[in-house]
T-cell receptor, first 114, second 116 residues
Framework: NAGVTQTPKFQVLKTGQSMTLQCAQD?????MSWYRQDPGMGLRLIHY???????DQGEVPNGYNVSRSTTEDFPLRLLSAAPSQTSVYFC?????????????FGNGTRLTVT | AQSVAQPEDQVNVAEGNPLTVKCTYS??????LFWYVQYPNRGLQFLLK??????LVKGSYGFEAEFNKSQTSFHLKKPSALVSDSALYFC??????????????FGKGNQVVVIP
């Protein structure tokens, strides 16, 4: 049982480049989300989805796009990378949209923008 | 908007001693509360949750937490700490459900160091 799989594990980008962080879950979870983790700031929600075809913005959505064409996949796109987007990115899913089910996290993507 | 405060940056405790990690929250309705643990270079792992019912909830690895509505707190506890408990701990809160919204607010995290 793979759970939540994120790729790549590490990435270095130059300012202005674009890229897609991949996230896939094999638990048939309705809810998926992207967080970024920065030292001393905890986790901040970027975007989330409550099902295929439905996405919404979180706390820090600027500079990021998402789509949810299938239940399993929830890619995060950086449109034009900036040094401020240097962070560790986590994808998380949960079994329902009620909020009483815990989040399952991937192991993260460490992104550096130079 | 919901928010979580974890007032201490780092908690140091000797192995075998009780461990407490503090969390206070602010929400507009009844809270759903969670604790997660993060080991180096890994994602967060769920420890326990309070949704409703008994104020004392038990979770994984011998951890428990007490929900205190009057003090708006949800402190994480373990009676006897192990060196392997050294990790980063996050408290998180969700407002009483708005259907379709599973947004969580996380605290900034507490580094726990258990000294052998």
């Amino acid at each position: 049982n793979a759970g939540v799989t994120q790729t790549p594990k590490f990435q270095v980008l130059k300012t202005g480049q674009s890229m897609t962080l991949q996230c896939a879950q094999d638990m048939n979870h309705e809810y998926m989300s992207w967080y970024r983790q920065d030292p001393g700031m905890g986790l901040r929600l970027i975007h989330y989805s409550v099902g295929a075809g439905i996405t919404d913005q979180g706390e820090v959505p600027n500079g990021y796009n998402v789509s949810r064409s299938t239940t399993e996949d929830f890619p995060l796109r950086l449109l034009s990378a900036a040094p401020s987007q240097t962070s560790v990115y986590f994808c998380a899913s949960s079994g329902n949209r009620r909020g009483d089910s815990p989040l399952h996290f991937g192991n993260g993507t460490r992104l550096t923008v130079t | 908007a919901q928010s979580v405060a974890q007032p201490e940056d780092q908690v140091n405790v000797a192995e075998g001693n009780p461990l407490t990690v503090k969390c206070t929250y602010s929400v507009s309705g009844n809270p759903y509360l969670f604790w997660y643990v993060q080991y180096p270079n890994r994602g967060l792992q769920f420890l326990l949750k309070y949704i409703t019912g008994d104020n004392l909830v038990k979770g994984s690895y011998g951890f428990e937490a007490e929900f205190n509505k009057s003090q708006t707190s949800f402190h994480l506890k373990k009676p006897s700490a192990l060196v392997s408990d050294s990790a980063l701990y996050f408290c998180a809160v969700r407002d009483f459900p708005t259907y379709g919204n599973n947004r969580l607010a996380f605290g900034k995290g507490n580094q726990v160091v258990v000294i052998p």
